[in-house]
């Protein structure tokens, strides 16, 4: 699978400007607006790992690295946030391939206590193939300016350096990715 794909990893301000136009084709408007989490502000990648097909790009996951309390302990976590693939490519093991080159750089580079994504309900499914547990905890959010629980489902976890926790309370210290 992934036949083709060549990744590049790139800062934020460069990647952006592609990474906002996959984003519009991936998240329409009509889509977007029955989003479950299209009112959520988001924080930005520090860098995103961008999967080419030729010089189309079809799929994106942006890497971010946050010193967040676990049950009012201080821990350095990375995040992956903004995963996306182009509709036409689906099913061909792009974002797979675009996960795991992600998974290596945060493994090799940052080596956090663990790492947390946020996902849709129907995507649970293809992230706990790939290693990630279902976080069944409370997660504290900022959203404007606020610190709130941040209630939409999907959170999932992988292990880093230690296990990941299932449960507890996570509090991001900023908005969600």
């Known amino acids: 699978m992934a036949d083709g794909l ?3 990893r790139r ?6 400007p592609e990474v906002k136009t996959l984003a519009e ?10 989003d479950e989490w299209h009112d959520v502000v988001w924080s930005h990648a520090e860098e995103w790992l961008m999967g080419y097909c030729g010089d189309t790009l079809v799929s994106v996951a942006g890497i971010h690295r946050r010193t967040v309390e676990h049950n009012g302990v201080a821990q350095q976590i990375a995040g992956i946030g903004g995963v996306k693939t182009h509709p036409a490519y689906e099913k061909r093991g792009f974002s797979t391939a675009v996960l795991e080159a992600t998974k290596i ?3 090799e580079e940052i080596g956090p206590a663990f790492s947390v994504i946020f996902v849709e309900a129907h995507n649970r499914l293809f992230y706990a193939k790939r290693g990630w547990q279902v976080f069944d905890g409370i997660v504290i959010v900022e959203q404007d300016g606020d610190y709130v629980k941040f209630h939409e489902q999907g959170t999932m976890v992988r292990d880093g350096a230690e296990a990941a926790p299932v449960e507890g309370t996570i509090d991001l210290k900023g908005r969600p990715w």
């Open 25 to 34: 084709i991936v998240y329409t408007p009509e889509l977007a607006a029955h």
């Open 105 to 107: 750089v945060i493994d």
């Open 6 to 8: 060549r990744i590049e």
């Open 11 to 16: 800062d934020a301000t460069s990647a952006w």
